[in-house]
C-alpha cells in the first residue's frame, strides 16, 4: 500500500538513463516541502502495459511516461483506471500516471498528458508571446509529443502547419485537430517532435533555417536538430521543465487534499 506522505514517483521509457527528470522532480520537491523519490526505471518497447500494472503495486503514487511508450501508457490506462482530458483522448497517448490506491480493480490508476502545455510553454519562452501571436508554426512529426502538440497548441488558437516524413500520418493529424498541412509556406516557428537525427529534405531544411525560433523538444546529446540546420536552436530544457511541473502538481493535490492543503 502507498505511502502517500510519501510521494514515490518514477519515469518510465527507453532510453531513460539520459532523462533529466530525476532531479528536476526531486528539485520540485524540496521547494514544496515534500518528502519523496524520484527515480528512472528503463521499459522497453511492448513491456509497458506490465510494467504500470507492477508499479501500481509496489507503492508508487505516479509516473512520467517517456518514448516508447505514451501509447503503450495509454492502453493500459483504459484497461485499468481513466483517462482524463481532452487531449488524452486526442492524442492516445499518456505521460503522467496518477495511482490510487483506494480505487477497485478497475479504477487503480488515471492517465493524463501535460506535453501539450510543455510545448505551449517553451513556444511561450522562446518567443516572448502567446502562441496565437507567434506567427505560422510547424510542428514537426506524427508521434505521440507532436499530437499532444498540435492538439494544445490548436485549442490555444494558434496558427498550426503539419509535417511528417510519412504525408498521410501528417494528413490524419491535420483533419483531426483542425490544422494544416505544410506547403512550403515561410514559417516562423518550428516545434519539432522528431527524434535525433532525422532525414530531412532540402526544402524543409531551408524553411527551418529561415524560421524565427527552432525548438527541439530533444535535450542533451539528443538535441542534434541544431547541428543538422547549421544554426541556433532552443532544446526541449524548457518543454521538459513546464510539462514535469505540470505532472508534479498533479502528484502534488492528492497529498495536500489529505494533509487538508489547498
Known sequence: MPDHDFLKLA?????????????????????AGVAGSYEAIRVAAGQGARAILELSEQGYCGLNVTTPLKEEAYGAIVEMGRCEGEVVKATGSVNTIVFDP?????????????DGIGARDAIRAATG??????????????????????FDLVESNARVFLWNRTADRAREMAGRFEARL?????????????????????ALIETLRAARVVIDANYGPRATLGALLER??????????????????IWLQPHRH????T
Not at 489529505?258 to 492543503?261: L, M, N, T
Open 11 to 31: 519515469v518510465i521509457g527507453d532510453p531513460v538513463a539520459h532523462s533529466a527528470s530525476p532531479p528536476l522532480v526531486r528539485g520540485f520537491m524540496t521547494d
Open 182 to 202: 505544410w506547403n512550403g509556406e515561410p514559417v516562423d516557428v518550428v516545434f519539432s517532435a522528431l527524434r535525433p537525427g532525422p532525414d530531412l529534405d532540402d
Open 232 to 249: 541556433d536552436v532552443v532544446d526541449g530544457t524548457e518543454m521538459l521543465r513546464a510539462s514535469a511541473r505540470a505532472s508534479f502538481e
Open 102 to 114: 483506494t480505487g477497485g480493480p478497475d479504477d487503480r490508476a488515471t492517465g493524463l498528458n501535460t
Open 129 to 150: 508571446v502567446e502562441p496565437r501571436e507567434a506567427g505560422a508554426i510547424l510542428v514537426l512529426g506524427a508521434g505521440p509529443t507532436a499530437r499532444a502538440a498540435a
Open 258 to 261: 489529505r494533509r487538508g492543503q
